[in-house]
């Protein structure tokens, strides 16, 4: 149990609709990574908070959004949905200073029909 | 631009028998290079991690990789493999510019034969 939590693990929806996904971090952990990890794409870099603001940017969507609220818990908005949304999509947490060391939630299986 | 190249797609080992994944990063400075294991359904486990120092580094479950800058590499090894080890091995590298996220690469599935 790397300590990150996600929910939900599991969520089917239809195609235009909205999701949002949520991280609990590490304690003491001020940075939350989201990844997405497909079948065509591999686990790909969507973005980072650290504290509250956003620090980096990656691979993510318009349709994608995501926030940090003051106790340190993400929310991953994924809106319009499409087909080839469907994926898994991680959370991660880091300590300040750690040089990186990323500790993994277990994901949430998104599904979109 | 940084990337990982894992060129094994899939990889079956006899259980007991050593094993030896492959991981070839591209970086313009010392990395960060980092080795995760995913089972079926679950999320990523950190087996390790080098940053600088002993190029030989220890993790977890009698997993070891060995960073070699004049290859690129950083190859993941373990002495005897064990039925519980079958699953999804991905290497990564760490952005250093600030934001510290990974590049990972496309994973290697490992299966265990008895």
């Known amino acids: 149990d790397s300590g990150v939590t996600q929910t939900p693990k599991h969520l089917i929806t239809a195609t235009g609709q909205r999701v949002t996904l949520r991280c609990s971090p590490r304690?003491?952990?001020?940075?939350v990574y989201w990844y997405q990890q497909s079948l065509d794409q591999g686990l790909q870099f969507l973005i980072q908070?650290?504290?509250?603001?956003?620090?980096a940017k990656g691979n993510i969507l318009e349709r994608f959004s995501a926030q940090q609220f003051p106790d340190l818990h993400s929310e991953l908005n994924l809106s319009s949905l499409e087909l080839g949304d469907s994926a898994l999509y991680f959370c991660?947490?880091?300590?300040?200073?750690?040089?990186?060391?990323?500790?993994f939630g277990p994901g949430t299986r998104l599904t979109v029909l | 631009a940084q990337s990982v190249t894992q060129p094994d797609i899939h990889i079956t080992v006899s259980e007991g028998a050593s094993l030896e994944l492959r991981c070839n990063y591209s970086?313009?400075?010392?990395?960060?290079l980092f080795w995760y294991v995913q089972s079926p359904g679950q999320g990523l486990q950190l087996l390790l991690k080098y940053f600088s120092g002993d190029t030989l580094v220890q993790g977890i479950k009698g997993f070891e990789a060995e960073f070699k800058r004049s290859q690129s590499s950083f190859n993941l090894r373990k002495p005897s493999v064990h039925w519980s080890d079958a699953a999804e091995y991905f290497c990564a590298v760490g952005d250093q510019t600030g934001a510290n996220n990974l590049f990972f690469g496309t994973g290697t599935r490992l299966t265990v034969i008895p």
């Open positions: 304690s003491g952990d001020l940075s």
């Open positions: 908070y650290y504290n509250g603001e956003e620090r």
């Open positions: 970086y313009g400075a010392t990395p960060y």
């Open positions: 991660a947490s880091s300590a300040p200073g750690s040089t990186g060391t990323q500790y």
